[in-house]
């Protein structure tokens, strides 16, 4: 199955030197699913509603500021590898191109919503995150801002003081309180509602209750639910009970579209751009060393995930790199920092090795391998 049947026509293209002012006014007009900038008329990134929403930068800011980078898909493209570039260059969307031709645009939503019935092949429990990351409700907004930009993600489950789930605060949650603050407060100083807005108790900008899905229910009844209330992602509870086990979002299940039946491991690296002085062949390479040294153990996709921190030694960024293998006895994750992408990633790499080891012994058990792919094969 390719993309051209569900590729989105309809777009928006500005300049790259095009105020934000403007694109926020397109947004609100138009309501595009995305918008192209263009560069002396030639693709140079694009700009999604969120991604617009979370900047704070003033209306008169260029829009190249904001764009990110996003690969130009073909037209033709098979699905599953539409997939894999867009969650290796981390976006929602993507240019298509029929041959020279910018055709439209491809969406996480759109390559979701057209396999959506192949997703009853697995379950939740196969392809969520588990490496949640928490808060509590005490906490304060300052300090869920802080986890949130730390760890790269846009979601954390609210616990109380008995450790149950009681909520879930996202990017979107934090940024639309304050975009309601200062329209009810107009302009002016700031700096002294700012602090007080950072003060603020989880509590008070948490959803509840929070979204959840089961780790027994199929990935497909899962991304009903995200649909169904226009969300990303869900809290993962075991069974009925409100204790939590990970996150799974719609990119964990476009994720679990691209695992292969083929004998080399499936490898993804979000964000590859990172890379410097390795290549993506190490990195593959590198993996399947520590996983080979472990027979006994069936490795069936493997995540890389790279994030730049604004700290540098003599100019090289500060890397966090996350190593995660899902195997036929759960997941294992190795994560660690350095400075530049080798170094981050050897030192994921060695705490990876430390945690297969806790699974030595394990038995292969393939009893979801391949469904998904011969499942989407039938559509």
Do not use: W
């Not at 921190?309 to 997941?331: A, D, N, V, W, Y």
């Not at 530049?340 to 393939?366: I, P, S, T």
């Amino acid at each position: 199955m390719n993309i051209a049947d569900i590729a989105v026509p309809e777009y928006v293209e500005v300049d790259v030197d095009e105020r934000l002012a403007k694109v926020r006014s397109l947004f609100d007009r138009e309501n595009p699913k995305g918008i192209i900038v263009t560069e002396d008329g030639d693709y140079a990134g694009v700009v999604g509603e969120k991604q617009l929403i979370r900047s704070r930068m003033g209306d008169d800011t260029k829009v190249s500021a904001v764009m990110k980078p996003a690969p130009e898909i073909a037209l033709r493209e098979d699905i599953r590898e539409a997939a894999r570039l867009l969650i290796e260059g981390n976006v929602k969307i993507a240019p298509v191109y029929d041959g020279e031709k910018l055709d439209g645009i491809i969406t996480e939503d759109a390559i979701l919503e057209a396999v959506i019935d192949s997703f009853d092949a697995n379950t939740v429990e196969q392809v969520y995150t588990a490496d949640v990351v928490t808060i509590g409700e005490k906490e304060h907004v300052g300090q869920a801002i802080n986890r949130l930009r730390k760890h790269g993600i846009s979601r954390l489950p609210v616990l109380n003081e008995n450790g149950s789930l009681t909520g879930v605060v996202t990017t979107n949650d934090i940024v639309d309180f304050v975009v309601r603050d200062q329209d009810r407060q107009g302009s002016g100083d700031r700096a002294g509602d700012i602090d007080r807005m950072l003060d603020l108790p989880v509590y008070d900008l948490m959803s509840s209750p929070a979204l959840t899905a089961r780790t027994d229910e199929t990935t497909k009844a899962a991304l009903e639910r995200m649909f169904d209330n226009n969300v990303a992602g869900l809290v993962v509870t075991p069974n009925d009970e409100d204790t939590v086990t990970g996150i799974i979002t719609k990119t964990d299940i476009l994720r679990s579209l691209t695992f292969t039946e083929e004998e080399s491991m499936d490898v993804q690296i979000t964000n590859i751009e990172l890379l410097d002085t390795i290549s993506r062949d190490h990195v593959i390479e590198s993996i399947q060393d520590v996983t080979n040294k472990y027979g006994k153990m069936q490795v069936f996709h493997a995540h890389v995930r790279l994030q730049e921190h604004k700290e540098k030694l003599r100019g090289t960024p500060l890397i966090q790199c996350q190593i995660r293998l899902r195997t036929s006895k759960g997941q294992v994750i190795g994560t660690g920092e350095g400075y530049g992408a080798e170094h981050g990633f050897h030192v994921a790499l060695d705490k990876l090795e430390r945690n297969v080891l806790e699974l030595k012994g394990v038995n292969a058990d393939e009893k979801y391998r391949g469904q998904l792919l011969r499942k989407i094969g039938e559509l």
